[in-house]
């Protein structure tokens, strides 16, 4: 079974019986056990054709599925290194089955070599094999179905403008405060002690913001002018046009980085206007972050500062994360549209399976 969306309109979606799949050689067959749904995989599907996401698993022409962050099993393998019943978390779609090409295989996991995935972002092609994965733990499977991948993109956010020296701002800005990537890199942010963290959010979600602990202000998106002056970073999770330009508008030379790192409010997206103050937004992809780091500090290196920053991370998390777990074709559907319209609670997320 496949969760197909319309690439032309997001809200067209259906489900598509399959037929079962077999390993041809050097393949492998993996059945999906379950997954997290959050407005991370909203901004893969906005932005499913300008960043490929939709390439990563094709089906018809005009569908696409869209990718989610979950756990597998090897069900059947015609690579000798890759073991059936190996358990790993990595990129899937929303489907029951997926045939992987495993290349690179160690205990640690492998890559698929899919020819359809070569010229993609490889971050997205490892699959770890929970056996040997420094973040795995059994305890928090749902916590890394949903947040793993969002922590991961505000870890590497966070290492950039430290190595940056934070552009010579003492305030940093986020977007979208109650949004768990805002909230992981407010977590990673307030650790260091170094600038001020302050939130931006909507008036219904700003009390909740507020509970999080990490914020030094957190204000609602028609309070800028209380935004607190000086030398600023602002970091767009929103996505929101309008916002952006209020922001670069209210701060102008003192904004001293812009960085779009999602689509929260993915329908208010719009183009960057010409003239608008100060620096131009630049998108910070994190594969590339993932790159650069791993040359610079080689793939265990860099799991290992990873894992050192999730656990306590996840522990913090633990205090606030509620999950829903839901299961077939209803409930995926229902939990996709409920987030593509932002009917969903910020202390609530879905782990759902096929």
Known sequence: MDFLIAKTDLHSCRFEDAAPLEPGPCQALL??????LTTNNITYAQFGEAMSYWSFFPTEA???????WGFAEVRASEVPELEVGTRVFGYLPPSSQLLVEPAHVSAHGFTDASAHRAALPGA??????TGADQLYDAEHEDAQMLLRPLFLTSYLIDDFLDDSDFFGADTVVLSSASSKTASALAFQLSLRKRVLVVGLTSARSAEFARTLCVYDHVLAYDQLDSLPAGRVVYVDIAGDAALRSAVHEHYRDE??????????HHD???EVPDGLPGPRPTFFFAPDRIVKRGADWGADG???RMADAWHPYVEWADGWLQVIHGHGPDAVQ???LDLLDGRIDPAKAHVLSL
């Open 302 to 304: 860099l799991e290992r």
């Open 124 to 129: 997205y092609n490892r699959y770890a094999s």
């Open 62 to 68: 005009g569908w696409g599925r869209v990718p989610v």
């Open 268 to 270: 208010r997206m719009g």
């Open 334 to 336: 229902s939990a996709y």
């Open 255 to 264: 904004l001293v980085h812009s960085a779009v790192v999602g689509a929260t």
């Open 31 to 36: 059945q999906v056990d379950a997954f997290g």
